[in-house]
């Protein structure tokens, strides 16, 4: 199911939509291919990681980011700044790391009243735009960024996790997951997507020293891979995420996540934490020449 937003983000988000230009809107575009491996920012709500209890709603569809930031102002009173366009590319050694915006940040008043409204008909306030500042928003995967404002300090942002169970800001991987293959070509024993079913989390506690130092692993959490339709990886394969001292804002642990396959050497994707949400994940090989192979999962039965 969607995710539902209130009245005021959706309204907001519809006015950022229709307001930008068309021209605006085919800017950018651009084919990837097999080449891009980053997909687009998850949906949804995502707060910022700094104690601040401010925080976004983000739309992005075909490429184009409509958002809210939403806190509050010096008084007290809540505050919902809208800000849209269209999401550009972002290189690290002319690879594809991420994406990044740069947009307007607009104060929206007026529009229907829905409290405290009185007897009567409905009221119609008089809708004001006000400019009000600038954000830049780098996203450095699916579910993780970082955001400016006026060219201040960047404020790591992250989604929040819907529809599953999350452990250390980590979703629960277990359950039935569709893989796509970004060029079947690369893969002529396999289908161009397959089924495959990952467990119950497992646990492991690692032994910790009376002081240890930063960045020492407390503990693994493992999903194996338990059916794969088309054996597409290799046997025992799983998922582990380690979680580290040191590795947490907030309250909020950072594990770093690896496909690990005993024995096997060739097979060669990376999973990067960025690159999970509650939805999706992205695996992704590179070879010498620079050449990307890309694995895209999607959790069955979760949109």
């Keep these: 199911m969607r995710r539902k937003y209130p009245a005021e983000a959706t309204a907001l988000a519809l006015i950022a939509l229709i307001s930008l230009p068309l021209a605006a809107q085919q800017e950018g575009q651009q084919d990837h291919g097999s080449q891009f491996f980053n997909p687009y ?22 490429g184009i980011l409509a958002g809210l930031y939403v ?3 010096g008084d007290g009173e ?24 740069q947009s307007d940040l607009v104060r929206i008043r007026g529009g229907g009243c829905i409290l405290f409204c009185g007897d009567g008909p409905p009221r119609l306030l008089p809708i004001v735009l006000e400019a ?3 954000i830049e928003i780098v996203f450095h995967g699916r579910s ?4 400016a404002v006026d060219g201040g300090d960047f404020t790591p942002i992250r989604p929040i996790t819907f529809g599953v169970v999350a452990d250390g800001g980590l979703p629960d991987l277990s359950g039935r997951w569709v893989v796509a293959i970004s060029d079947a070509r690369r893969f002529p024993d396999h289908s161009a997507a397959t089924l495959v079913a990952l467990s119950e989390p497992e646990t492991e506690v690692l032994p910790v020293l009376a002081a240890p130092p930063p960045g020492a692993p407390t503990r693994i959490v493992r999903h194996r891979i338990i059916e794969d339709e088309d054996d597409l990886f290799p046997a025992n394969s799983r998922i582990e995420c380690t979680f580290r001292i040191g590795a947490e804002s907030v309250g909020l642990e950072n594990p770093t996540c690896e496909i690990a396959f005993p024995g096997e050497s060739n097979f060669g994707f990376t999973l990067q934490t ?7 994940m992205t695996m992704l090989r590179t070879n010498s020449t620079g050449s990307i192979a890309r694995l895209q999962m999607f959790r069955l039965n979760h949109d």
Aim: glycine share 12%; net charge negative.
């Design 274 to 280: 960025a690159w999970i949400s509650d939805s999706t």
């Design 144 to 147: 993780r960024a970082e955001f």
């Design 71 to 73: 806190g509050a102002d």
């Design 78 to 101: 809540n505050v919902w700044l809208n800000f849209s366009g269209r999401l550009e590319p972002s290189f690290e050694n002319d690879v594809q790391a991420g994406w990044r915006l």
């Design 132 to 134: 009000v500042g600038e």
């Design 41 to 62: 920012p998850e949906s949804g709500r995502w707060f910022a990681d700094d104690g601040s209890r401010t925080g976004f709603f983000i739309e992005v569809q075909n």
